[in-house]
């Protein structure tokens, strides 16, 4: 497993090196300097640092809240609703923060691959480290190719001038180059590495990316292919358990490729502060869509509208059990031994709604409920990539290549997943394409929920406007029309399934599909031309 380790950051971008290292003359002589200078690209950050820049890593947020762009909830702050309801325009902090996030990033990584260069020690190893770093610094390129298309592509420490007039390059070449990037580090990899190693990349890591960027570009083929390397490995499989995947329990596992670590009192996380509802103890950051737990399947493997199981006055009941393991859920879930309450009849409950202008769905993914410290010091390592997503990545790509679907396929991808110990849900048995692509779809929603990838599905699949347009609900507040009479939910607007109104969104088909170049940098540097609509 690797993980992307957190310490600390800087604030320079594109124009410095960054200052947490020593200087040229005095650093990068030593194989032991190395060490401390590839620790210093690996780091990012903790969740205390409050000087540091936001990003794709920071209090493991953006990869989580990434999601809030889309049709699986939002951040209750409502910044992510911004990106997707027409009003994102160049001024967003966020994007400004993630932008020079992601090229202080490059910077340090660029320091490093020119400095290391004069240092006398094993080759091997001096390829291992380079590898690392090549690989960091694609993974900054791959969120930049596919968030705002093309970026200045940066490889060396440029001067203060030369920053401020790099021009953009093509997404073409963004992506070819962190393709060859991801190639050539996967070859100076390890396909392990000893509990003494745990944290540093592996080559799985680097074949995963890669094939993520492939499936992201339609490169069916080749990402077909670079899928199958990783399973052939054989290195990773599918844990019996679930849950324990995304809690320190499970941070060892090896269905998780890649992962950032986080250590209590020093590279820690405030992530139970930020999900965990009021009720206790923490800030019900993130909200989610009813809309999405109405993908999760019934326990016969049928769809909530398709099976006999299913009951409008018990939605939850007899559900895939990813559904408990995902959500806190109203007058159901139980945490710490006390009852999730958010129901509007319910007095004085923290989370009760409308007191609090939220969905009443809580984010439980990442919540660990065995966790008794301070909340903004937990030390469990947040997943980037899992196994889980190669599977089905690699079925998706098998699929849309227009390769043969067999049993024996869908046993080896998708049904792996399925049938885990603690998931237990029927297998696939369709072989039949236009079926099975709804069902592989479905699947990446439930299986990685929350996990940062459903904004680039819905990209990929040519259904961003239209899934992002519309009305969002909230948690199902009663279907009985003499109690709505009454006049105690009037302040809601509910639907026919009992549901309540929450949000909506208005994605700009055209505009919104690439995020706008921050409009500090163009100020700066009039080179960086605008993406369109912004």
Known sequence: MSSIIVFTSCDSILDVAPPDQLSETTFFQTESDAR?????VYSVGSSQDND???????????LRL????TDNGNEKDDWSNTFTDGTLNASNPDVENLWEGSYERIAKANNFLINIQSVEMNEDIKNEMIAEVKFLRAYEYFWLSQLWGGVPLVTEVLTLNEANSVSRDSKENVVSFVLNELTEASNNLPETRPASEHGRIIKSAALALKGRLLLAEENWSDAAATYRQVIDMGVH???????ALFI??????????????AKQNGA????????????????????VFANLLKDFEMIDGEGIYESPLYDPQNRYENRDPRLDMSFFIPERTVFKGNLYVAHPDSLNAPDRLPRRDWSGIALKK???????????NYGGDYPLIRYAEVLLSYLESMLESGQPITQNLLDETINKIRTREAVNMPPVTTTSVDELREIVRKER???LAFEGLRFFDLLRWGIAAETLTGKFYGIQLTIDPDIISTGFYNEFEINNEGLFFYRSKAFIEGVNEKWPIPQSEIDINPNLEQNPGY
């Open 66 to 69: 990434l999601e809030g762009i």
């Open 248 to 261: 320190e329990e499970g941070e060892t596992s090896n269905e998780i490729i890649l992962s950032i670590k």
């Open 237 to 243: 499989t599918i844990d019996p358990r679930w849950k």
């Open 268 to 287: 820690n996380t405030s992530i139970q502060r930020t999900i965990w509802p009021f009720q206790y103890g923490g800030y019900h950051q993130t909200n």
């Open 52 to 62: 540091s820049r936001n990003s794709f890593w920071k209090y493991n947020t953006y």
């Open 366 to 376: 990442f919540a660990d409920e065995n966790y008794e410290g301070s909340t903004t």
């Open 445 to 447: 929603r439930v299986e």
């Open 36 to 40: 401390l200078a590839l620790a210093g």
